[in-house]
């Protein structure tokens, strides 16, 4: 007998809160997992192409060291994997398929490890708690990590709040992404980001959509990252022209991200907004709408 969870994508960052805000989204994956007499890997669709079908395979040495913490032995394992997330986008795969082996392995045994443990684990594997927290919680979070234990706070995502991604064609990989920043920052851009940040995370909770353009702009990431995904600038600077409540890179990138309140009706002119500027920089991208 085996078990099989879904985990959704996310987005991190939202765009001040950069390695702390994280929002899960209705974009998912799936993981199978059961004892089996010789380990063996199903990976269903393209986002899986490519990845490995042996014991190197993430989902199988992640499950590993759940059983490896909780002292059972079951080094032979039958994994199903599908995704609908796409790679390298900023759209947190790769902390989806993190969260669904932790938490597929960890309930293949009785679930023995408690969440936060596996949140624990999970960050220690992407360096960062924001999309690993989200895909684990759900729903909008913050969260804090010492470097050894992170602590999630969970928020109840506002009623009528959407969000509008544009995936560009292109990948682009977090390392790179992360190379582009900047090593010290200015005191002024850190509280720059603290402020807009704490305002973010507190307008969320409270439902405030009017505060969001006001507290969604950053200083620590955007900006450096700016030339890696042509059109950004542009899009962070005027879609809320557009309808859109605040943008931001999502996660490290190449996927930008309009907050939109579903009562806006102004969904279609931002959607084409967007794509048009992508356009104007020769960037071929699809539109989703995600809760
Ligand atoms: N917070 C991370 C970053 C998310 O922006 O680099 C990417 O995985």
Redesign the pocket.
Known sequence: SGVRVQVPAST??LGPG??TLGMALSLYSWIEMKPADTTVFHLYGDNLDGLPKDKSNLIYTVAQSVFAEAGVQIPELEISMCSDIPLTR?LGSSASAIVGALYAANALIGSPLPLARLLDMATALEN?P??VGASLYGGIITAVWDGTHAVILRIEPPQHLEVLVAIPEFQLS?SK??EALPKQVSLGDAVYNISHSSMLAAALAMGRLDLISAAMQDRL?QPYRASLVPGMMQILEEATQHGALGTALS??GPTLLALVNAQSGQGEQLEAFLLKVLKSHDITARTLWLK
Request: aromatic share 8%; glycine share 14%; net charge negative.
């Open positions: 991190a960052n950069f390695d900023g960062h924001d999309n977090t992404a992360r990431h996660g490290a």
